[in-house]
C-alpha cells in the first residue's frame, strides 16, 4: 500500500511539473526565437514482479526542434536578404534615371541637338550660339549628376559594409559568449540554445553560414572559412580593400611552337603580323591620354635625355632604335601628366629598395601605368602614328591609331571583400555578399560598375565624335578622332567641342562654341541621326553588333537598369516565397500553439486530480488499517 502512494505522489509531482511547463509554453508564445517545451516522462524501473510498479519519472524539459529544419531555415533566409538588399540597391539606381516629359538626360540631349539644329540655321546668332553653350554645359552637368548620383549610393553602400562587419563581430561575440556558459554548465538550460539559433538567424541575414553542432565540439563557418572554432575560439571579420593600378602595354607577343619561346615586339615599330612600320624621318607619334592631352616624337628631332638609365644625359637624334625611350621620355617628363600615369621602357624589375629597374640599353616597348591604384585613377589612352614624307613634312602618307594589347595589359582595380586573418572570405549569399559584389569592380556581378562602364562609354564616345572629323563627300564623315588618326587621306577638322574619355572627364568648350561654321554644324547636325555609333571604345567604323545612336544607347541603358531591377524584384519575390513555405514548416514544429497547450494543460490537470484522487483514497484505507489495531 505505501508503495502504490509512492506511485501516485510520483504521478502528482509529473503531473504538476507538465503543468507548470504548460504555463512556461503559453507565456512565452510570443518571445522571439523561444522554442515549445515538452516534458520528458518515463516509468520507473520495477525492482520486483509482484509490484505493479513504482510510478513515473521525470527525465527533463526538452526543445521542440528539428536541426535539419533550423539549418535549412538559416540557408533560405540568407538567400532572401541577399536578394532583398540586391533589389533595394537597385531599385535606388533605378530612381535616378527617372524621367518625365519635360526633365531627364534624354531631354536634354533633344535640347542640345535642337540648339546645334537652330544655330545651324543662322551661324552667325548669338542668341542661338549663348543657347548651345547653355545646353552643352547642361548636358555635362547632368550627365555627372547621375554618375555622382550613383558613387554616392555605392559609397554609402561601403558605410554600410563596414556597419555590418562590425555587427557580424559583434554577433560572434555573443554567440562565443553563450557557448562559454553552455560548456561550463554541466546540463545546459534551454533558453541558451534558444539564444545561440536566434543569433545564428540573425548572422544569417549578413552571410551563408554552416554550422557544426556535434556533441562538445561547436564549429561555425561564414562561407568557407571558419569564424568560431572549439565552442568559443571567435575569429574577428574585417573588410578587405585590394586596390590595382591600370597597366597598358603596347607589343605583341609571338609564341615559337618549335622553340617553346615568347618573343615580345614594341607595337610602336611592329605590325600584328610582326612586319616592320618601317618609320623614318618626320614621321610622327603621338601619345593621347583621356582625349585631352597628348605628347608627340617626331622621328628626327632631338632630345636631351638619359638615354641609357646610366644618370648621364645625352643628345641623341629620334629613330626607329630609340623611339619608345624617347616617347616614354617626354609622357614622364609632360606635367599634365605627372598626377595620372608613369611610363615604362618595357618591363621592369624591382630592387631591395624597391626601386622600379628597367633594361634602358635599347628600346623594349610602351608600357604606361596609371600612377596612383584604383578605378577612380584608371584612364584612356592610345598612340597615333602619321607617316610623313621624307622631304616635305606637309604632305601625310599615313595615319594609324593603335591601342593597348588587351591580353597583356591589366585593367585598375578597386575590390572590396570580407577576410578573416587577412584570408577573403568567399561568399554566397547574405546582405554583405549583394554589397562586396556591387563594390568590387572584378565581380562579374557588379552592376554599379555596368552602369559606370555604359555611362563612360556614352562620355567617351561623345567627346570623340565631337572633336574631330574627316569630311569624306556631301553628306558623309569619318566620326571622331580615333577614326580620323585610322584614315590615311582627308583633311583632319578640329572642332574641340567636348573633350575627355569619361563622364567624370567630360568637359563643354564653350569657347570652340564661337569658332564653329556652317560646315562643321553640318556635321554635328548629323550626330543625331547616325545609328551605327561605336561605344567601344576604338573610334568609330569598328564593325560592332551594338552598334547604335547615341539616344538610343543611353535609352538601352535605361531599360537594361529597369530590367535588372524587375529581375531582381521577381527572385526575390520567388525566394521570399520558399523562405516563408520552409520557416511555416519549421514554426509548425517548434513554436507554441496555444490550443495544444491547452489541450495539455487539461489533460494534465486531469492527471494530477485523478492522483491527488488515489492519494486521498490510499490515505483513508491506512486510517482505516491504524483504526483496526487499535
Given at each position: 500500500m505505501l508503495s502504490t502512494l509512492n506511485v501516485s505522489y510520483t504521478g502528482l509531482s509529473a503531473a504538476k511539473t507538465a503543468v507548470e511547463n504548460v504555463s512556461n509554453n503559453i507565456a512565452n508564445e510570443n518571445t522571439p526565437g523561444y522554442k515549445k517545451r515538452v516534458v520528458g516522462l518515463s516509468e520507473l524501473g520495477q525492482m520486483d514482479s509482484l509490484f505493479a510498479g513504482r510510478g513515473v519519472s521525470v527525465d527533463g524539459i526538452y526543445r521542440v526542434t528539428s536541426q535539419y529544419m533550423y539549418d535549412k531555415v538559416i540557408s533560405e533566409n540568407s538567400k532572401s536578404n541577399y536578394y532583398d538588399k540586391l533589389s533595394g540597391m537597385l531599385g535606388n539606381v533605378e530612381s535616378v534615371f527617372k524621367e518625365t516629359e519635360e526633365s531627364g538626360f534624354s531631354v536634354d540631349l533633344n535640347r542640345y541637338f535642337q540648339s546645334i539644329e537652330n544655330l545651324r540655321t543662322n551661324p552667325n546668332s548669338e542668341i542661338y550660339k549663348s543657347a548651345l553653350k547653355n545646353e552643352g554645359g547642361i548636358l555635362v552637368e547632368t550627365l555627372q549628376n547621375i554618375y555622382s548620383t550613383i558613387q554616392k549610393q555605392q559609397d554609402a553602400e561601403k558605410t554600410e559594409l563596414n556597419a555590418n562587419v562590425e555587427k557580424i563581430n559583434s554577433l560572434l561575440k555573443e554567440i562565443g559568449d553563450v557557448n562559454d556558459k553552455i560548456v561550463k554548465y554541466a546540463t545546459a538550460t534551454n533558453d541558451l540554445y534558444d539564444k545561440r539559433d536566434q543569433l545564428e538567424l540573425e548572422l544569417s541575414n549578413y552571410v551563408d553560414i554552416t554550422v557544426n553542432r556535434d556533441e562538445d565540439f561547436y564549429e561555425l563557418k561564414i562561407g568557407d572559412s571558419v569564424a568560431i572554432s572549439n565552442n568559443t575560439i571567435v575569429r574577428t571579420v574585417d573588410v578587405i580593400n585590394n586596390d590595382s593600378s591600370q597597366i597598358d602595354k603596347f607589343n605583341h607577343i609571338n609564341y615559337d611552337s618549335v622553340t617553346n619561346t615568347f618573343t615580345t615586339y614594341d607595337s610602336l615599330k611592329y605590325n600584328e603580323d610582326l612586319t616592320s612600320k618601317n618609320l623614318d624621318l618626320n614621321d610622327v607619334v603621338t601619345y593621347k591620354l583621356n582625349n585631352e592631352f597628348e605628347v608627340s616624337v617626331t622621328i628626327g628631332e632631338s632630345i636631351t635625355m638619359d638615354w641609357d638609365g646610366d644618370g648621364t644625359e645625352t643628345t641623341e637624334i629620334v629613330d626607329d632604335t630609340n623611339?619608345?625611350?624617347?616617347?616614354?621620355?617626354?609622357?614622364?617628363?609632360?606635367?599634365?601628366?605627372?598626377?595620372?600615369?608613369?611610363?615604362?621602357?618595357?618591363?621592369?624589375?624591382?630592387?631591395?629598395?624597391?626601386?622600379?629597374?628597367?633594361?634602358?640599353?635599347?628600346?623594349?616597348?610602351?608600357?604606361?601605368?596609371?600612377?596612383?591604384?584604383?578605378?577612380?585613377?584608371?584612364?584612356?589612352?592610345?598612340?597615333?602614328?602619321?607617316?610623313?614624307?621624307?622631304?616635305?613634312?606637309?604632305?601625310?602618307?599615313?595615319?594609324?591609331?593603335?591601342?593597348?594589347?588587351?591580353?597583356?595589359?591589366?585593367?585598375?582595380?578597386?575590390?572590396?571583400?570580407?577576410?578573416?586573418?587577412?584570408?577573403?572570405?568567399?561568399?554566397?549569399?547574405?546582405?554583405?555578399?549583394?554589397?562586396?559584389?556591387?563594390?568590387?569592380?572584378?565581380?562579374?556581378?557588379?552592376?554599379?560598375?555596368?552602369?559606370?562602364?555604359?555611362?563612360?562609354?556614352?562620355?567617351?564616345?561623345?567627346?570623340?565624335?565631337?572633336?574631330?572629323?574627316?569630311?569624306t563627300g556631301t553628306d558623309s564623315y569619318i566620326y571622331g578622332e580615333a577614326a580620323s588618326d585610322d584614315e590615311d587621306s582627308g583633311v583632319i577638322n578640329s572642332l574641340g567641342l567636348f573633350s575627355g574619355s569619361s563622364v567624370m572627364t567630360l568637359k563643354f568648350n564653350k569657347n570652340a562654341v564661337n569658332d564653329l561654321k556652317q560646315l562643321e554644324l553640318d556635321y554635328l547636325a548629323t550626330i543625331q541621326w547616325k545609328t551605327d555609333l561605336s561605344f567601344e571604345g576604338k573610334g568609330q567604323g569598328v564593325n560592332s553588333s551594338n552598334d547604335t545612336s547615341l539616344l538610343e544607347f543611353y535609352r538601352e541603358l535605361r531599360v537594361s537598369v529597369s530590367a535588372d531591377k524587375e529581375n531582381s524584384n521577381f527572385l526575390l519575390e520567388t525566394q521570399d516565397s520558399i523562405t516563408q513555405s520552409v520557416k511555416s514548416s519549421y514554426d509548425n514544429l517548434v513554436k507554441v500553439d496555444k490550443d495544444d497547450e491547452m489541450l495539455d494543460l487539461m489533460k494534465f490537470q486531469s492527471a494530477y486530480t485523478a492522483n491527488a484522487k488515489i492519494v486521498t483514497a490510499i490515505d483513508e484505507m491506512l486510517q482505516t488499517l491504524l483504526g483496526l489495531k487499535r
Open positions: 623611339l619608345t625611350r624617347a616617347i616614354v621620355h617626354k609622357i614622364n617628363s609632360n606635367p599634365d601628366f605627372n598626377d595620372l600615369v608613369v611610363a615604362y621602357n618595357g618591363d621592369y624589375s624591382i630592387d631591395s629598395n624597391g626601386n622600379k629597374i628597367t633594361n634602358d640599353i635599347k628600346d623594349n616597348f610602351l608600357r604606361v601605368e596609371s600612377k596612383f591604384p584604383g578605378i577612380d585613377n584608371s584612364f584612356d589612352a592610345r598612340v597615333s602614328i602619321v607617316k610623313r614624307d621624307n622631304t616635305d613634312s606637309t604632305i601625310i602618307d599615313s595615319r594609324e591609331s593603335l591601342y593597348k594589347n588587351e591580353d597583356e595589359s591589366k585593367t585598375a582595380i578597386s575590390d572590396v571583400s570580407i577576410g578573416i586573418y587577412g584570408r577573403e572570405v568567399s561568399l554566397k549569399t547574405g546582405i554583405v555578399k549583394a554589397q562586396v559584389d556591387n563594390l568590387s569592380t572584378s565581380s562579374a556581378n557588379n552592376k554599379f560598375q555596368t552602369y559606370f562602364d555604359k555611362l563612360d562609354a556614352f562620355a567617351q564616345t561623345l567627346a570623340d565624335i565631337t572633336d574631330k572629323y574627316i569630311k
